[in-house]
């Protein structure tokens, strides 16, 4: 009789684990911010025709994704996080698991998958329509089969790696850092080696057809082939991030991420990275297996660290969620240091240890996301209902004014126009366009000219529609006017 394989078993339940637990958080009912309406309006104007201005910013990967969906007749939101969000979400704990067995063992893929499972960020993200978690699997994906590449330098491993790292640079730009982490590793590990590698080569090129006919689309839809780069590298935005001061309060994420009872073991497994500092002349010289992982799980942390803390000196968590493997690793490191400690005078209590140490870890994260999700998840209610409203009350070919462009635009499926800054240039605008609808509202900010233009011109705009905080309706949090001619 074949033997059973309990950790097979191990990592099946984890995977269940972070399916149920995503699956159980994606029910609860939300209404879609800035950015997840950026990409949802984008497939409705690509598949259903909707008028909707593309932002230059947005990466088209995600975008294509729901534009297939919606294409083929599904616009459900929780079933397009169920293909998009969720199903990404869990495979970044499988990739979690596959990339920690690869590059240190069974056991630490194992115990930094069930952190990854647990985790409060990806949780949180996996109940929006955003790119962090396709991003984030792309991302340990595009690691996983370059490791492999470092080990048995295989060329389907390379192109595997190439064709990870790409779509990832497709769904996000913060997937620029693996990219990153990647080309250092090489010039620390091979120096000038990697310019001989032809598989290198094979990879480099596989990776600029990917990315080439999304540039070549820039050009002919924004203009520009690099459309995307003002908003994130320009020179007048490069100097603002610089202006700021440095981030160091972004040193937070190393407790954000494993909260406090895996932090203790994040410090533990962070001391013997010594053997990095001691012995890193060996990873050049010799094979050295563990030096060379701690050194690629540094570079993870590192990088995209420098990153936001020294240049764009601002940061969310899941911006930088690509370190959250690498914290994870550590912090297995550390809780099996300490087992192995335990286990040489109990066995049974250093597997009572690991369990309650696991699930004590996981408690904290699972209670906060479910904190987070409840209490945001009516934030920006009042735009799904104007935008239903606008809907119901207007014709395909109606214009509207609002600051809420993108969310109007995917719940009103109308032309949405953003204020322009001077009245002055609001005015002409009118005359040009003849719009029907003039929105204010205090979820996204408007010019000041916009909030009293109703008022200093009553013969232009009437109030159809309203919500207010108070049952006098002294109190507007949103306001609908329509023009009167």
Same mark, same amino acid.
């Given at each position: 009789m074949?033997?059973?394989?309990?950790k097979?078993?191990?990592?099946?339940?984890? #995977?269940?684990?972070?399916?149920? #637990?995503?699956?159980?958080?994606?029910? @609860?009912?939300q209404?879609?911010?800035?950015?997840?309406?950026?990409?949802?309006a984008?497939?409705?104007?690509? $598949?259903?025709?909707?008028?909707?201005?593309?932002?230059?910013?947005?990466?088209?990967? #995600?975008?294509?994704?729901?534009?297939?969906?919606?294409?083929?007749?599904?616009?459900?939101?929780?079933?397009?996080?169920?293909?998009?969000?969720?199903?990404?979400?869990?495979l $970044?704990?499988?990739?979690?698991?596959l990339?920690?067995?690869?590059?240190?063992d069974?056991?630490?893929?194992?115990?930094?998958?069930?952190?990854?499972? =647990?985790?409060?960020?990806p949780?949180?993200?996996?109940?929006?329509?955003s790119?962090?978690?396709?991003?984030?699997?792309?991302?340990l994906?595009?690691?996983?089969?370059?490791?492999?590449?470092?080990?048995?330098?295989?060329?389907?491993?390379?192109?595997?790696?190439?064709?990870?790292?790409?779509?990832?640079?497709?769904?996000?730009?913060?997937?620029?850092?693996p990219?990153?982490?990647?080309?250092?590793?090489?010039?620390?590990?091979?120096?000038?080696?990697?310019?001989?590698?032809? %598989? &290198?080569?094979?990879?480099l090129?596989?990776?600029?057809?990917?990315?080439?006919?999304?540039?070549?689309?820039?050009?002919?839809?924004?203009?520009?082939?690099?459309?995307?780069?003002g908003?994130?590298?320009?020179?007048?935005?490069?100097?603002?991030?610089?202006?700021?001061?440095?981030?160091?309060?972004?040193?937070?994420?190393?407790?954000?991420?494993?909260?406090?009872?895996?932090?203790?073991?994040?410090?533990?497994?962070a001391?013997?990275?010594? %053997?990095?500092?001691?012995?890193?002349?060996?990873?050049?010289?010799?094979? %050295?297996?563990?030096?060379?992982?701690?050194?690629?799980t /540094?570079?993870?942390?590192?990088?995209?660290?420098?990153?936001?803390?020294?240049?764009?000196?601002?940061?969310?968590?899941?911006?930088?969620?690509?370190?959250?493997?690498?914290? *994870?690793?550590?912090?297995?490191?550390?809780?099996?240091?300490?087992?192995?400690?335990?286990?040489?005078? !109990?066995?049974?209590?250093?597997?009572? *240890?690991?369990?309650? /140490? #696991?699930?004590?870890?996981?408690?904290?994260?699972?209670?906060? $996301?479910?904190?987070?999700?409840?209490?945001?998840?009516?934030?920006?209610?009042?735009? @799904?209902?104007?935008?239903?409203?606008?809907?119901?009350?207007? !014709?395909?070919?109606?214009?509207?004014?609002?600051?809420? =462009?993108?969310?109007?635009?995917?719940?009103?499926?109308?032309?949405?126009?953003? *204020?322009?800054?001077?009245?002055?240039?609001?005015?002409?605008?009118?005359?040009e &366009?003849?719009?029907?609808?003039?929105?204010?509202?205090? *979820?996204?900010?408007?010019?000041?000219?916009?909030?009293?233009?109703?008022?200093n011109?009553?013969?232009?705009?009437?109030? =159809?529609?309203?919500?207010?905080?108070?049952?006098?309706?002294?109190?507007?949090?949103?306001?609908?006017?329509?023009?009167?001619?």
């Open positions: 074949k033997k059973i394989d309990y097979i078993i191990l990592l099946i339940a984890i #995977l269940l684990l972070a399916f149920i #637990l995503r699956i159980i958080f994606l029910s @609860a009912p209404t879609v911010w800035w950015d997840e309406a950026e990409y949802l984008t497939a409705k104007h690509w $598949a259903l025709g909707i008028p909707y201005d593309i932002g230059q910013q947005r990466q088209p990967l #995600l975008p294509i994704l729901l534009t297939i969906f919606y294409f083929i007749g599904i616009s459900s939101l929780p079933i397009l996080k169920f293909f998009t969000v969720a199903i990404p979400s869990t $970044a704990v499988l990739a979690t698991y990339l920690g067995k690869e590059m240190y069974e056991k630490i893929g194992l115990i930094s998958s069930f952190i990854m499972a =647990v985790c409060w960020v949780i949180f993200w996996t109940t929006r329509v790119t962090d978690m396709l991003g984030l699997t792309l991302g994906f595009g690691f996983l089969f370059f490791y492999k590449y470092t080990k048995k330098k295989k060329l389907s491993s390379i192109l595997l790696a190439a064709l990870f790292l790409g779509l990832g640079l497709l769904t996000r730009i913060g997937d620029i850092l990219i990153g982490i990647v080309i250092l590793y090489l010039l620390i590990t091979q120096h000038i080696k990697i310019f001989k590698d032809k %598989n &290198l080569y094979y990879a090129g596989l990776g600029i057809l990917i990315i080439v006919p999304y540039l070549i689309w820039n050009y002919f839809y924004h203009g520009k082939i690099l459309a995307f780069w908003g994130y590298f320009g020179t007048e935005t490069t100097a603002f991030k610089l202006s700021r001061p440095i981030a160091w309060h972004l040193l937070s994420f190393f407790k954000t991420y494993p909260e406090w009872i895996f932090l203790i073991f994040l410090i533990i497994g001391i013997t990275l010594i %053997n990095l500092i001691i012995g890193f002349d060996l990873i050049y010289k010799k094979q %050295n297996k563990e030096l060379k992982a701690d050194l690629f /540094v570079l993870m942390i590192l990088i995209p660290m420098i990153f936001f803390i020294f240049i764009e000196r601002n940061a969310e968590p899941r911006w930088a969620i690509i370190i959250s493997a690498a914290l *994870f690793f550590l912090i297995a490191k550390g809780l099996l240091l300490v087992f192995d400690f335990i286990k040489k005078y !109990n066995k049974q209590i250093a597997m009572i *240890f690991m369990v309650i /140490v #696991l699930l004590a870890g996981a408690y904290p994260h699972i209670t906060t $996301a479910k904190q987070l999700i409840d209490v945001r998840k009516g934030t920006f209610a009042g735009l @799904a209902d104007s935008g239903a409203w606008l809907k119901q009350n207007s !014709n395909p070919d109606d214009i509207i004014f609002s600051s809420a =462009v993108p969310q109007h635009s995917y719940y009103a499926e109308r032309l949405v126009k953003g *204020f322009p800054p001077t009245e002055e240039i609001f005015e002409e605008r009118v005359k &366009l003849k719009p029907r609808y003039f929105v204010i509202s205090q *979820f996204e900010k408007s010019p000041q000219y916009a909030y009293i233009y109703p008022q011109h009553p013969e232009k705009l009437r109030l =159809v529609s309203g919500l207010f905080s108070d049952p006098e309706k002294t109190k507007p949090i949103l306001l609908i006017y329509e023009f009167i001619s």
